[in-house]
Each structure stands twice: as C-alpha cells, then as structure tokens.
C-alpha cells in the first residue's frame, strides 16, 4: 500500500522519519510517497484533505480535525522550545500588542501562542519562516516571531529578544508546550491508523539507536545549518513526546485549545483527537 506522507524539511522532521522512508525498519508493506514543505505549506494542503499522514501545526490541527486524527507518535512537544519574539530594538513586552510583526504563517502554533499572551496584537504579517530574521534586521517590521533553528542564530545577527512565548506557555499552565502534530486521514481503518503510528514510533526509536544513521539524510536539506545548531535542533524538538504523548502531552493539547478557544483564536473542536 502506498501512502502520501508530508513533513518538513527541518532537522527534527527529517530524523524522525529517516528509518521510515528508507526502509531501515519494518513499515509492514506501506510504500511512502513524500511531500516535503514548509510546516504552513502543509498546513493549507491540509485544510484540503490532501495528504494521507501529515506533519502539521497544533493550530492548524483545530481548522482539520473534521478529516484528520492526531496519532500518539512524531509530535514536537517539550519545554524550553517555544517561540520566540525578537525585535532590533529594545522593546518590552506590554509594546507588543501596537507592534508590526511578522509571522511564520496565520496557521503557525507560533501565532497561536502569540493570540493567547497578546490578543490585542493584530498587525501581523505572513513570512516564510527563514526570513523572518532579515525582515527584522531590515526594519520591515518592528518584531518577528521565529520558530526552528532561529532561535539559536538571532543573537549573533544583533537582535534582541522581547518574549519567549514557551516560557509564558510553561508559567501560565505548568504543561509542555505543543507545537506540531502527525496526523493521518480519518478515511482510513482504525488499524491502519495504528500501524502507521507504530511504525514512526519505531522510525524514532532506530534514529535514537543508530544516532549517524540519519545524519546524511538531515544534511540533505540542512546544508546551510551549523551541525551544532543541527543537533540542538533536534535535541530541543524531538523528546519522549515524540515518541508517545503520553496523557501528559495529550492534556497539554487539549489546554492548549482550551486556552485559544476561550479567546476565540480557534473554532471548538470535536472529541475525539486522538486516536
């Protein structure tokens, strides 16, 4: 069988999945066809139903859950990862919401997180996440929200950082902060879906066992990336909510709609999320 799968190009992504797409462990007859994008790309192929099992936003997630179910493995959750908001200047935090400030996308957990500590900040616009630290140093915006790897470069290129949205996340509710979520077509049988859960879990497990076996494949599409910063990327993103959300991470998401619908940053969502 043969399944369209989606997920970034980033360090944590590309470890997580390795042993998967190459075969190194048993996918139990499952053929995948990659889709490899930016995280807010499939987000909107997403919203159409597109992709049999996708990375995607928790944000995202509460405008899909009609058609999508979020499996147990592949999530990035964790402490201390958050986004942060960074500016040229010395800003402080109670500024924000009067600011201009560029986004990583409208669907981004980033932006959510955003909505939920300043919902009065609406003067918000659309990057690709990889820019957004130019965007700032080049005065087109007052202050970018970076996600990925940006959180360890912004300091070297002189800029400042004025919240970090985790650490507001981790006081407010002393939970992980949930960033991105695997999810898999609802049109498939429940086994099924349970298999391909496994078989990232697995996918995992080998990358932490075989810790050079994914290295080329990372290197692939991190060319420009330090290997340090590589490895602390995965480091920061790829934890034991990666491998299984455990009640704890599975508590943290529904906070985490929660929290947003309460401030009416997303629609309610149905019961049943998880497989």
């Known amino acids: 069988m043969k399944l369209t799968l989606g997920f970034s190009t980033c360090p944590n992504d590309t470890f997580i999945f390795d ?41 995202a997630y509460a ?7 979020l499996l147990n493995s592949g999530s990035a959750l964790g402490n201390n990862n958050g986004p942060l908001l960074i500016s040229k200047r010395k800003i402080y935090p109670d500024e924000v919401s009067d600011l201009k400030i560029a986004i990583p996308g409208k669907y981004t957990t980033a932006n959510l997180l955003l909505g939920i500590a300043y919902p009065e900040a609406k003067n918000k616009i659309p990057f690709l996440f990889s820019d957004i630290e130019d965007a700032v140093s080049d005065e087109e915006v007052d202050a970018g929200l970076i996600i990925h790897e940006n959180r360890f470069t912004y300091e070297a290129k002189g800029l400042k950082k004025v919240i970090d949205l985790g650490e507001f996340w981790e006081t407010k509710t ?42 080329e494949y990372i290197r692939q599409y991190a060319q420009e990336m330090d290997a340090e910063v590589m490895k602390k990327h995965i480091d920061l993103y790829v934890n034991r909510f990666s491998i299984d959300l455990e009640k704890t991470g599975k508590n943290a998401v529904k906070r985490l709609y929660s929290e947003a619908a309460d401030k009416n940053l997303i629609p309610r969502i149905p019961e049943n999320i998880f497989i």
């Open 19 to 59: 042993a998967a797409v190459h075969h190194k462990i048993d996918t139990e007859g499952i053929e995948f066809e990659l889709i490899l994008a930016d995280v807010e790309e499939l987000n909107q192929k997403a919203f159409e139903a597109e992709i049999d099992i996708t990375k995607l936003s928790y944000h």
């Open 63 to 69: 405008y899909a859950a009609k058609n999508y179910i």
């Open 174 to 215: 002393e939970m992980p902060i949930p960033l991105g979520g695997i999810v898999i077509n609802r049109k498939h049988p429940k086994d099924l879906q349970l298999k391909i859960s496994s078989i990232i879990k697995h996918s995992i497990e080998y990358a932490y066992e075989n810790p050079t076996s994914s290295l």
